[in-house]
């Protein structure tokens, strides 16, 4: 079991920064591969980013690229998204999710899912 806890999420102004993060928890947590979805109010939910479990391979979804940054940090069981140039559509609630797999973008490879945090960007 990988327990998973979002957290950064808020309130920020079109073209500013937003660093969110995913604290892991359970025996192999740093094993998994972790990914990034969003979803906007009435909206399904969508790919962002995902990182494999030793952090040397990424993907990113075309609508974030250049922009967005995944990493993790797996001393410390923490995956974040480091966001700029934020945009008014970017806004969701943004989770966090564990998959077995090598790296996955698929949103039925992942096996955990975090309660998500909301991300607002104004204009």
């Known amino acids: 079991q990988v327990q998973l806890v979002e957290s950064g999420g808020g309130l920020v102004q079109a073209g500013g920064s937003l660093r969110v993060s995913c604290a892991a928890s359970g025996r192999t947590a740093s094993s998994y591969a972790m990914g990034w979805f969003r979803q906007a109010p009435g909206k399904e939910r969508e790919f962002v980013a995902s990182?494999?479990?030793?952090?040397?391979?990424?993907h990113y979804a075309d609508s974030v690229k250049g922009r967005f940054t995944i990493s993790r940090d797996n001393y410390k069981n923490t995956v974040y998204l480091q966001m700029i140039s934020l945009k008014p559509e970017d806004t969701a609630v943004y989770y966090c999710?564990?998959?077995?797999?090598?790296?996955?973008?698929?949103?039925?490879?992942?096996?955990?899912w975090g309660q998500g945090t909301q991300v607002t960007v104004s204009s």
């Open positions: 999710a564990a998959s077995s797999r090598l790296i996955a973008t698929r949103e039925d490879r992942f096996d955990y």
């Open positions: 990182i494999s479990w030793r952090g040397d391979s990424t």
